[in-house]
């Protein structure tokens, strides 16, 4: 998988947010000196960007009768969106794992609709588990970024809130 981070900058805290749903995904990290979360990738990660044969992969074969020349339909093992979220979940999870052996954060707070949050736990290697330090079991994905800070949990940032908004 090929991953390109935002290049850090000084005033990155190391403490990297992951907002998502089972559509998309976004993750974020948090500043010491500045209001707002910034992007650590320059796009989202959504069910969309997943190849075709990714999403369509799990549905139904056929099968041949015994006896005859009848062809039928075999039952879906999973519905096709839960395989889509799982995808997602996945993915998500080796941007992290990408980004925790770039040495890139070293806490991560997961914020996501429960049934995804549950795939996403799930779907992360022990070692980017074990820096997870707040979860929160809300669907914030569609909030613009402005409006996060104040919604994800206190651990995102080294103070316990977001530096303050300077007004000008």
């Known amino acids: 998988m090929d991953v390109e981070f935002v290049p850090p900058d000084e ?9 998502a749903d089972g559509a998309r995904a976004r993750i974020f990290e948090s500043h010491h000196h500045a209001p707002g979360l910034r ?4 796009y989202e990660l959504t069910i969309d960007r997943l190849r075709d044969h990714e999403r369509w ?4 074969g056929t099968g041949h009768q015994r006896v005859g020349h ?3 339909s075999m ?3 999973t519905d096709p969106s839960d395989h889509q979220h799982e995808l997602l979940a996945k993915e998500v999870a080796a941007v992290l ?3 925790r052996m770039a040495g890139r954060f ?3 707070l997961l914020v996501a609709a429960p049934a995804f949050l549950g795939r996403l736990r799930r779907a992360l290697d022990p070692a980017t588990r074990r820096l997870v330090v707040a979860e929160d079991a809300h669907d914030l994905s569609r ?7 104040h919604r994800i949990p206190a651990e995102a940032w080294p103070q316990g809130e977001p530096p303050p908004r300077r007004m000008g």
């Open 11 to 19: 005033a990155a805290t190391g403490r990297w947010v992951v907002v």
């Open 143 to 149: 909030l613009p970024e402005h409006e996060l800070e």
């Open 39 to 42: 992007s650590v990738l320059g």
């Open 70 to 72: 009848g062809v039928h």
């Open 106 to 108: 070293d806490a991560l």
């Open 57 to 60: 992969s799990d549905r139904a």
């Open 75 to 77: 039952a879906a093992s």
């Open 97 to 99: 794992q990408h980004g």
